[in-house]
């Protein structure tokens, strides 16, 4: 089982299912690098443990925690979520854990896509990253299930799917130098349809600005059900978010998808502007070879970065002015599902949110 398969996904019928499917569980991992998180990571690991906690009620969770701080994790979390003994460089679980996907007969396997800290030896964000990089590898082997190791760099949060033949991503992204030089569009393109059991790419030009990730589709965007986006949006024309959201938006108006549908866009607004105060950023640590984190600098803080568990929507807080507004769309868009708030602020400062450091496995 720890040698990936030879063939791919597509070879064998399998597909990414939408995160709207039904899942068997939730997959995350235990922050605690002082050069991201603040304070030891001690006020994030509270902000995790409670996003675990709402996603606990509807999907079984699963956390990859060091054994350094598997005790304090312990201590932390009900006694429902699993621990599991295993150790990353940082707590990306969209990023570094498998993406999953199914056969016609109801089978499980896991995709390992190559992870090199969103840029590598170009603008990666952090180095060493080889921790990270076994994770998926290493899920796939505790969910006994078998294996696809990509050939090329991706992460979770570099895709979107509705599970019936489309996949959403950026060329901001997913074209960008770090990540697969060598690769030419179409061959990213034809990649992902392999490896995700697809059939067309609608390619974003842009992210949200400053984003770190270089443009991850997954704090933009939500693919709420087939042909359903949700966008983050503002209608500030000097904001440098408008003009990236209007061209995400007439990307989108104008495609169809896999199906041939039309896709609704549903906007979402967008908290702030947020920024990193000075008290916030004197609280991480600088390394060598590490992020940079200075008082003032504008954090890419969006709605869009939320988790569908079978029964709720756990969704970022970051902006009182905003967070009711932002829950009552995601109620109009998800009927069937409560919407939960979750403090969102302390993961954002590490640089994502809540869709960031979850991972589902479809049932
Ligand atoms: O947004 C994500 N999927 C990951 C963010 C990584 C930030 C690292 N500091």
Request: hydrophobic share 40%; charged share 25%; proline share 7%.
């Amino acid at each position: 089982m720890d040698t990936p398969l030879a063939s791919t996904p597509a070879d064998d019928g399998y597909r990414m299912p939408g995160e709207f499917e039904p899942h068997s569980g939730c997959w995350m991992a235990w922050p605690e690098r002082p050069d991201n998180w603040r304070e030891n990571a001690r006020p994030a690991q509270e902000a995790f443990a409670a996003v675990a906690e709402a996603i606990h009620v509807s999907d079984p969770v699963t956390i990859a925690v060091s054994n350094a701080e598997h005790d304090r994790a312990r201590a932390l979390l009900s006694p429902g979520i699993r621990l599991v003994r295993l150790p990353s460089n940082d707590a990306w679980m969209r990023d570094i854990g498998p993406t999953f996907v199914t056969g016609a007969n109801g089978g499980l396997r896991a995709v390992d896509w190559r992870f090199n800290a969103w840029g590598g030896d170009h603008d990666g964000l952090y180095d060493p990253w080889d921790l990270d990089d076994e994770v998926a590898a290493q899920i796939a082997r505790i969910e006994g299930v078998e294996r696809y190791r990509a050939p090329f760099v991706l992460e979770g949060g570099a895709i979107h799917v509705d599970g019936e033949g489309t996949v959403y991503t950026t060329e901001e992204c997913l074209l960008s130098p770090g990540r697969n030089p060598k690769l030419s569009r179409a061959s990213i393109e034809a990649g992902l349809k392999r490896y995700l059991g697809a059939r067309k790419v609608l390619w974003i030009p842009r992210g949200v600005h400053l984003d770190e990730t270089t443009g991850h589709v997954d704090n933009l965007i939500h693919v709420c059900a087939p042909g359903v986006v949700a966008l983050t949006w503002t209608d500030d024309r000097t904001d440098p978010q408008h003009e990236r959201s209007r061209e995400a938006f007439e990307c989108l108006s104008a495609a169809r998808d896999a199906r041939g549908r039309a896709i609704r866009i549903v906007r979402l607004p967008m908290p702030g502007p947020l920024t990193m105060t000075r008290a916030e950023a004197q609280g991480i640590e600088t390394a060598d070879n590490g992020m940079v984190r200075e008082g003032g600098e504008r954090l890419a803080g969006s709605y869009a970065n939320f988790y569908i568990a079978n029964t709720r929507v756990v969704f970022p807080l970051l902006d009182e002015r905003n967070d009711a507004t932002a829950a009552a769309i995601l109620a109009g868009l998800f009927p069937d599902r409560q919407i939960v708030g979750v403090p969102g602020r302390e993961i954002l400062l590490g640089g994502g949110n809540i869709h960031c450091i979850t991972q589902q496995v479809p049932a």
